[in-house]
């Protein structure tokens, strides 16, 4: 995933964080890829290609954005969770937790590289 989110940002975003997380947040994901295209097909009626980016999931657009307090991240029916925080001080960076370490960290990535 992490080497995922770095191409993207690169090669689709130019470097800009805050685009590609609004992006990011703009739609449920199937798979991200730098390399999917407008005329990637699916096999699914429901998915749609973004260029640069992945492929949507077909869900309601309603239930596409969460807020959720990261000692509540042992509630969502995920294993990971990568929190991209394009404000933070040190740099642009994914944050990785686990479902079964609770509200602590078990990895930090940045974003270059």
Known sequence: MVP???AIRRDTFAGDTA?????LLANSWDYLGVDVTAATPSPFDDE????GVGMTMGVDPDDQTLTIAMSGVGSLDVGW???????????AA????????????VARHP???
Request: charged content about 15%; aromatic content about 6%.
């Open 94 to 105: 994914i944050t990785v937790y686990s479902v079964g370490n609770g509200d602590e960290p």
């Open 19 to 23: 685009a590609m997380a609004a992006a």
């Open 4 to 6: 995922a989110l770095r």
């Open 81 to 91: 969770v990568y929190l991209i925080d394009p404000a933070d001080p040190s740099g």
């Open 48 to 51: 749609r290609p973004v260029a």
């Open 111 to 113: 974003l270059t590289g």
